[in-house]
């Protein structure tokens, strides 16, 4: 523990001082990156319970909703991105949704679509603001400041109406899976197969929450929001064979696992499918064998939302094993997470395998430095990123 803390640490002062938390650097904000970042502040409170790194998830806060709440510098519009003016944009800072902060500005009307180059253009991503909703209650939770709450809430209302829709001819709904930087459009079309299970999962955990509110608004109950992607969610398969998707249905397995029992929902039967879906997808990517590739041919960042997911099976077996009440089906769910634990090891593999000086010397892990190294050090300390408990600090 202690070791895994110290390298924690260490990763995450040269992340600060690398994307201008600290120092005199510009801020370079990615709001996945820094969804993880939060979390890992937060849990090194917990683990050194040093006020500074409560003080650190405050300041990465607030300067990835000035950055990225607001339009780009290259880009004629000016201000927050909502359309609110100067004060009230401050105070509902995420009212308009968040770019994702890709280094080219977001593809026009007009220009043709490019496969390759859209990866590098910005605009918003479903799954990176559902990521961004759970660090903010995290916080919340953890520091018992419950603006960060409705900050998430006001996110997931703009998210949900700006990447939902109709499908033309039915009264189903499904989603875009990016959107232009101010939601007005689409820029891709397709669905993410997982969006609207983080969907669920993360408005099941806000709304969980934000109960423990005193000036808790009827303008963001979510339970509109909550009906629509668990419909969507009777639709879909979530079956894969990525690492960083697998890894991503067990780290959602585990915070279902944690608040299936304060939902009337039934997510007994969605929480199996997902362990079922999950062992089977690993299974698949085990047999292919990438981990035994060299580090040229791997994306760590993909592996490691793997390893993440792994941690977060002793908590999802715990829960069960210790709510009974809440799960009928406790030994189908059990059998699954044994299917899944005798692979448990792999975390510890993949954290080695990216902790070598000599791999974190290759090309792969350098072109993609603050995302590999923040969820590396999530990895090593993943409580932060997967605890769901009602704690305060």
């Not at 232009?180 to 609207?196: C, E, F, T």
């Not at 064998?289 to 592996?303: N, S």
Request: charged share 25%.
């Amino acid at each position: 523990m202690k070791e895994a803390t110290r390298r924690m640490e260490e990763i995450m002062k040269a992340f600060a001082r690398r994307t201008g938390l600290t120092g005199n650097h510009p801020p370079k904000r990615y709001l996945w990156t820094d969804a993880f970042a939060v979390c890992n502040y937060l849990e090194l409170l917990h683990r050194t319970g040093e006020e500074r790194y409560l003080q650190m998830a405050f300041t990465l806060v607030d300067q990835v909703h000035w950055v990225l709440g607001r339009h780009r510098e290259d880009d004629p519009r000016r201000g927050w991105i909502s359309g609110l003016d100067e004060e009230a944009g401050k105070r509902h800072p995420t009212a308009g949704g968040l770019r994702i902060g890709k280094k080219l500005a977001e593809r026009g009307p007009e220009e043709p679509y490019d496969d390759q180059l859209e990866w590098d253009r910005d605009g918003q991503y479903f799954h990176y603001l559902t990521k961004w909703m759970h660090a903010l209650n995290q916080v919340a939770r953890v520091s018992g400041r419950m603006r960060y709450n409705r900050w998430a809430l006001e996110l997931a209302r703009a998210a949900h109406v700006g990447f939902t829709y109709i499908v033309p001819g039915s009264d189903k709904k499904r989603m875009y899976w990016k959107m232009s930087i101010d939601l007005s459009r689409p820029l891709v079309s397709s669905m993410g197969q997982h969006d609207a299970l983080d969907g669920l999962v993360t408005y099941l955990h806000l709304a969980g929450t934000a109960n423990r509110d005193p000036e808790q608004s009827p303008v963001l109950n979510l339970d509109r929001e909550i009906a629509e992607v668990m419909a969507m969610c009777a639709q879909m398969s979530w079956r894969t064979d990525d690492p960083l998707g697998i890894g991503g249905l067990l780290a959602d397995g585990c915070l279902l696992a944690q608040i299936t029992g304060k939902s009337d929902l039934p997510l007994e039967e969605l929480l199996i499918d997902i362990l079922t879906d999950a062992a089977a997808g690993l299974e698949r990517f085990i047999i292919s064998g990438p981990l035994k590739y060299p580090a040229e041919y791997r994306l760590a960042f993909r592996e490691l939302g793997l390893a993440i997911g792994l941690h977060g099976l002793e908590k999802t077996v715990t829960v069960i094993k210790d709510q009974p009440q809440y799960f009928s089906r406790q030994e189908i769910l059990l059998s699954r997470l044994a299917d899944l634990w005798k692979h448990s090891f792999l975390a510890g593999e993949i954290e080695e395998f990216w902790l070598a000086p000599l791999h974190q010397q290759s090309k792969i892990w350098t072109g993609h430095l603050d995302i590999n190294s923040v969820m590396l050090a999530t990895s090593l300390g993943p409580e932060g990123y997967l605890d769901a408990a009602d704690n305060q600090h």
